[in-house]
């Protein structure tokens, strides 16, 4: 079951960031900070929620959300910035 549901997030992650891509230069940037902390949010739950992962799984999705969260830090500086 483990790897259905791998496959099944990864491509809709695909989709999502296709979407992104299109709509990239309509989104506000604190609309994405917070889509991107929450992101960062629901993945670090996941993580702990959910038993199967392995070590590397569980690293990569740590490294992941901290990623997400230091994207969204810096947007939000960017948008502070904008006048």
Known sequence: MGK?????????LIGVGVVLWLLAGTIDLRTLAAANLGTAALAVAWCLSASGFSQAGRALTAV?????TLLAVAQLRAAAARP
Not at 64 to 68: I, P, Q
């Open 64 to 68: 992941t959300a901290a990623a997400l």
């Open 4 to 12: 259905p549901l791998i496959i099944a997030f990864g491509v809709a």
